[in-house]
T-cell receptor, first 113, second 111 residues
Framework: DAGVIQSPRHEVTEMGQEVTLRCKPI?????LFWYRQTMMRGLELLIY????????DSGMPEDRFSAKMPNASFSTLKIQPSEPRDSAVYFC???????????FGPGTRLLVL | SQQGEEDPQALSIQEGENATMNCSYK?????LQWYRQNSGRGLVHLIL?????REKHSGRLRVTLDTSKKSSSLLITASRAADTASYFC???????????FGAGTTVTVRA
C-alpha cells in the first residue's frame, strides 16, 4: 500500500483565498483524522471521521474551516477565507480502528501571506 | 489539551550511545504510542503499548509503561545518525478515540 497520500505537499496563498487540502487514507482504514502542527501549539486534532461520518469536529478552529469525507477513500479540509495565522503543516492520518495505530501522511505545508 | 509530556525536551548524544526519553500523563489510558518525526516529514508509528503491558521491544527500541506512576519511557539502543528526529508519546484514554500528543523530545545523534 502507498500509505496515506496528501496533496498538495506545499501551498502558498494570499490572505483571503480559499485553500483545499486533500487526503487519501490507507485502503480499509475506517478512521480518518486531520491534524495541524505549529511550533507554538504542537499537534492539534482538528476533526475525526469514522466510516466517513464526522464524529468530532471540536478542534476545528472556527467556521472558516470545513472538512468532508464523501467516500472511504477521500477527504478534504477547506479553509475559506484563509488567514496568515492558518500557516502550519496539516497532516491527515488513518487507522483501522479509532484507538489503534495511526498512519500519517507526509503533510501539507501551508503558508498564507 | 496535551496529556502526555515528554522529558527531556532535547537530547544530544554520540553515535553508539543509548538515548532514553520519558513521557508522563495524567489520566487512565487504554494505550500509549510512540511516534518519530524526522524534520519536514510526517509522523511514523514506532510502538503501541497497552495499559496491561509493561514492556515491549521493537528492534533497537524498548518501551516501558508504569501505570501506577502514569509514565512511560522509550529507550533507543546503539543510536545512529538516522535516529536524529523528534519523538512523541501519545495517549489514548479508555473512553476516547483521540491521540493526545506531547510536545516531543528532539534527539540529535552526533557522528
Amino acid at each position: 500500500d502507498a500509505g496515506v497520500i496528501q496533496s498538495p505537499r506545499h501551498e502558498v496563498t494570499e490572505m483571503g483565498q480559499e485553500v483545499t487540502l486533500r487526503c487519501k487514507p490507507i485502503s480499509g482504514h475506517n478512521s480518518l483524522f486531520w491534524y495541524r502542527q505549529t511550533m507554538m501549539r504542537g499537534l492539534e486534532l482538528l476533526i475525526y471521521f469514522n466510516n466517513n461520518v464526522p464524529i468530532d469536529d471540536s478542534g476545528m478552529p472556527e467556521d472558516r474551516f470545513s472538512a468532508k469525507m464523501p467516500n472511504a477513500s477521500f477527504s478534504t479540509l477547506k479553509i475559506q477565507p484563509s488567514e496568515p495565522r492558518d500557516s502550519a503543516v496539516y497532516f491527515c492520518a488513518s487507522s483501522l480502528k479509532p484507538q489503534e495505530t495511526q498512519y500519517f501522511g507526509p503533510g501539507t505545508r501551508l503558508l498564507v501571506l | 489539551s496535551q496529556q502526555g509530556e515528554e522529558d527531556p525536551q532535547a537530547l544530544s548524544i554520540q553515535e553508539g550511545e543509548n538515548a532514553t526519553m520519558n513521557c508522563s500523563y495524567k489520566t487512565s489510558i487504554n494505550n500509549l504510542q510512540w511516534y518519530r518525526q524526522n524534520s519536514g516529514r510526517g509522523l511514523v508509528h514506532l510502538i503501541l503499548i497497552r495499559s496491561n503491558e509493561r514492556e515491549k521491544h521493537s528492534g533497537r527500541l524498548r518501551v516501558t509503561l508504569d501505570t501506577s506512576k502514569k509514565s512511560s519511557s522509550l529507550l533507543i539502543t546503539a543510536s545512529r545518525a538516522a535516529d536524529t528526529a523528534s519523538y512523541f508519546c501519545a495517549t489514548v484514554t479508555s473512553n476516547d478515540y483521540k491521540l493526545s500528543f506531547g510536545a516531543g523530545t528532539t534527539v540529535t545523534v552526533r557522528a
